[in-house]
C-alpha cells in the first residue's frame, strides 16, 4: 500500500513548478501524495509547522520534511 | 520514454537520505534518474555549476534545478 505524503505549498510560481514537476514524477504506488494549499487552508498551518515546515514549498515523507526551492516562509503567510 | 534526470549529491547524511527518499520514490516510467556523487566525481562540479546547482542534494529535471535541503555548498566540494 502507498505511504502518505503530503505536499505544502502556497499557490506561489516556484510551488506550482515544484508540485508539478514532483508530485507529478512520483510513483503512485510508492506515495498518495495529498497536496494542501496553506494560503487557502491556513487553518492547516500549526500541522505543517508541526511537522517541521518551515517554508513552501515542501513534502512531508515518512516522517520527515524536504524543503525544495524556496518559494515563501510559513511566517509570510498568517 | 522516460526523461533524463541527474541527481547530485556529495555522500553526506542528508543528501543520502534525500536520495532514498526521493529516488525511490520516483516513477521509473517518468524520469530515468542518474546519481552523481560529485565528492567522487570532482569533475563533474563544472556540470553541476552550469545546470544551476549551488548546493547538494539538488535535482536536475527538465532543465530546471531544485534544492532539496541543504547539505553542502558547492564550493565546499572543490
Known sequence: ???KAVF??????VCVDT??????AMNPAAYDV?????GETPQRLAEAEAAGVQSVPAI???GAVYHIN???DL???R
Request: aromatic letters at 6%; glycine letters at 14%.
Open 1 to 3: 500500500m502507498a505511504e
Open 8 to 13: 505544502y505549498h502556497a499557490g506561489c510560481t
Open 19 to 24: 508540485e508539478q514537476r514532483f508530485v507529478g
Open 34 to 38: 495529498e497536496v494542501v494549499h496553506l
Open 60 to 62: 512531508v515523507m515518512g
Open 70 to 72: 524556496h518559494g515563501a
Open 75 to 77: 511566517s509570510a503567510l
